[in-house]
């Protein structure tokens, strides 16, 4: 409003200037319109910069102020209120930036229903979101939107959660299956019972990532602010020798107006902000802004295994029925309640059962908990899907029929309390994965590339023998990934990428730390970065992002600085008024923006992995 303020006075001063009005009266007139528009607008802003100066914040906004009283007392009105409207106008282009480069932010706001159906015993009711209880029971229409984490307690359908997960699938439920908010139910109603407050909801979390990444000063941006501090006091010495050498005051004011005021104050925030705002629509969640200035810095590339190099989800390589069991009957029983788990092995064996013909069976009372495994009802059978370790904890006489442990995954299947079979898996590398380490020393500067798992050496060996990767560490525990991280973070930059769950002490000791994939807790303090889905190509989109807005923040920021140098020389020469010093720094501020926004108008991200 007060930039729109400042343009109307000057176009009505400019008009009244060219009226067939007899003087002094016009030139009285014309600048009483200027005088309101200092008042209006620039006492707000000089308040504002006095605030600033007090809490130590000395930067380039503070010769605006100094402008503005200078051309007030040499009666320039007309360049103060063209100052004023810099200030006031900058701001007005960096709300709309902001709000530009945050719109992911503001789709994921808006994505969400206001209200929620909550049935109680046979009536329902339309509740407020922010009402819901733990426990209580949600009707999801179809087509609807989930609010709440929960557990499906009535209904069959299918859920598309590929805007929290990634994935471009949808997922089967059942009773007993788990629900996210903020997933697109099918044709059919589901009835949830809410496990979470909306608040603590995983959209939730991620609605509250995007905001604190928004939110948090990276060091790039405090640069910007050093900068800022000393390019304001080298202005104002050269304004002060400018009107010392020529006696001039005017050339005082012209210097000082080139100079207010500096780019680099907006143009690198809004780089920011687009940055991570073009990496969420990306599925790339960026919860520490300071990564996308370390980034590019990094020389050691550390890679977990299972999820990161690997696809995390093994091809049946075997399946071995135990006596009186038909392998294709319990292939067909695990699949048809493996597809309401979660669980890295369950596609595996839904895709094994496809691949072989066999169509899936209704389940009932499906039921997941963590370490005891997969169990539910499918055709008056109890299905038990588990391990071997947790077997022979509750039996251990399984031992004298399990088959012998071999290289690879397993999972041991239960019909009705009896060992039915044994399924072998073996976990396959991304179908990127070598040309991705390949490319990172020539593309990316890399000097070091390394794999640390928890898995057996044999594991470790095979996938790294497959990627290129000579430098293996193998059955390592968490605090040992840690110690290697740590070790390797004193002699370099490093990038971890890991699942986010084991890694995360790793994760959180590396320079950058990189989580992959729908199993990572949003919300977790342990990676900066949190990508969506599981994918190398995200990593180097990232990268490319980081490179980008690096250069980008660079040029706006140097550049900016360089054309109002360039600017000052010349109204030191007394070659720019002051008048149109203000016209042309107003120019420089609007290309510095712009160019600021280059980021967030881009469609896609062209990386090494495109090409």
Not at 260 to 269: D, K, N, R, Y
Not at 294 to 309: E, N, Q, S, W, Y
Not at 447 to 459: A, F, N, P, W
Not at 484 to 506: C, H, Q, W, Y
């Amino acid at each position: 409003m007060l930039a729109i303020a400042c343009i109307v006075a000057i176009v009505v001063h400019l008009l009244i200037k060219v009226m067939p009005i007899a003087e002094p009266s016009r030139t009285l007139i014309a600048n009483s319109i200027l005088w309101a528009a200092i008042l209006v607008g620039g006492i707000p802003v000089t308040i504002q910069i006095f605030l600033n100066i007090f809490k130590g914040e000395f930067g380039v906004d503070v010769l605006a102020t100094i402008s503005v009283v200078t051309a007030c007392i040499l009666g320039e009105y007309l360049a103060a209120t063209l100052v004023i409207l810099m200030l006031t106008g900058g701001q007005a282009l960096e709300s709309y930036a902001m709000r530009k480069a945050s719109s992911v932010l503001l789709a994921l706001a808006n994505r969400m229903p206001a209200i929620a159906h909550k049935k109680v015993d046979d009536y329902m009711s339309d509740i407020a979101i922010t009402d819901i209880k733990i426990g209580d029971q949600i009707v999801i229409y179809p087509h609807e939107i989930s609010p709440v984490d929960g557990t499906v307690i009535d209904g069959h359908s299918s859920m598309d959660e590929a805007y929290l997960t990634g994935e471009p699938y949808l997922i089967s439920k059942a009773p007993g299956s788990q629900v996210l908010s903020g997933t697109i139910n099918g044709d059919s109603v589901l009835v949830v019972q809410a496990d979470k407050l909306p608040s603590d909801s995983r959209y939730a979390r991620i609605m509250k990532v995007m905001e604190e990444a928004e939110q948090r000063r990276p060091k790039l941006r405090r640069i910007s602010d050093q900068l800022g501090a000393f390019f304001a006091p080298v202005s104002f010495v050269l304004a002060l020798a400018t009107w010392a050498y020529t006696g001039e005051a005017v050339r005082f004011l012209s210097v000082l107006i080139v100079a207010t005021p500096c780019p680099l104050l907006i143009a690198i925030p809004i780089t920011i902000i687009s940055a991570i705002s073009i990496s969420a629509r990306r599925g790339i969640i960026i919860k520490d802004p300071t990564v996308l200035e370390r980034l590019p810095t990094c020389r050691v590339a550390i890679f977990d295994k299972t999820g990161t190099l690997t696809y995390g989800q093994p091809e049946v390589t075997e399946i071995l029925p135990a006596k009186g069991f038909n392998a294709s009957k319990v292939l067909q029983q695990a699949a048809s309640i493996e597809r309401y788990s979660k669980h890295p092995l369950a596609l595996s064996i839904i895709k094994e059962a496809e691949k072989t013909g066999l169509f899936l069976l209704d389940a009932e009372r499906v039921s997941e908990v963590p370490g005891k495994g997969l169990e539910g009802v499918v055709a008056k059978d109890t299905i038990h899907i588990t391990h071997r370790k947790s077997l022979l904890k509750n039996d251990p006489s399984a031992s004298k029929y399990l088959p012998p442990i071999a290289d690879g995954l397993e999972c041991i299947v239960m019909v009705n309390n009896t060992y039915a079979a044994t399924f072998r898996f073996r976990d396959q590398p991304r179908e990127e994965g070598k040309f991705f380490i390949g490319h990172l020393a020539p593309s990316h500067s890399f000097k070091k590339v390394m794999l640390v798992s928890g898995d057996r050496e044999s594991e470790v060996s095979y996938l790294a023998s497959l990627l290129g990767i000579t430098e293996t560490y193998s059955s390592q525990l968490p605090e040992q990934k840690l110690e290697i991280v740590r070790t390797e973070t004193l002699k370099s930059p490093t990038l971890f990428m890991g699942d986010g769950i084991n890694d995360a002490p790793a994760l959180a000791a590396a320079t950058v730390g990189i989580a992959f994939g729908q199993h990572t807790a949003v919300a977790s303090e342990s990676a900066g970065v949190v990508i969506l889905e599981s994918s190398l190509i995200k990593v180097d989109e990232l990268i490319h992002i980081s490179g980008n807005m690096r250069k980008i923040a660079l040029q706006s920021a140097i550049g900016g600085m360089m054309l109002s140098i360039i600017g000052m020389m010349f109204a030191a020469a007394g070659l720019l008024p002051p008048v149109a010093g203000a016209l042309m720094q107003e120019l420089i501020d609007v290309v510095a923006i712009m160019n600021a926004l280059r980021l967030v108008w881009q469609k896609d991200v062209v990386t090494d992995m495109h090409k």
